[in-house]
């Protein structure tokens, strides 16, 4: 299970070292594409298999379910941990989830998101303050 919050720096060749606490579950590859709410998802490839599985399934007759499996897919790249623990993460992304020079990393579950800082800090004050509300409504649906 990956859990936790680490901040780290791009260096100069825009690579950005994985937290420790993650490499051990992740491998020597990982799956890096755009996630929800301007950050990027990465996933180990055991992983990734069991989502693009799912999201396969959900079939093409839907726009909805098209244009979730194309900003999942079109975006997803192969991404190798180098010997030191880091990952080049591609331009594109990069300007998707606005990553500069410090970036958090959240685990959440099954996937690591990797966040600007600055929009990092700015979401989870947000949710921060909505806790309550969120676990009341979860608790509802019996699913907390």
Known sequence: MLI????????????????????????????????????LFLYSMSEWEKLSKHVGELGLSKADKRGLNRFLFAGAQEVDI???????????????????????????????EIWNDQAWSKYKRKIEGQADVLAEQLGETKEF
């Open 82 to 112: 180098d010997k030191n623990g880091r990952i080049l993460i591609p331009d594109f992304l990069k300007t998707f989830a606005g990553l500069k020079s410090k970036v958090v990393f959240a685990g959440v579950y099954d996937r690591i």
């Open 4 to 39: 936790g919050e680490y901040t780290h720096s791009v260096d100069d060749k825009s690579r950005i070292a994985l937290p420790s606490k993650f490499r051990k579950e992740l491998g020597k590859k990982v799956i890096i594409t755009r996630g929800l709410d301007t950050c």
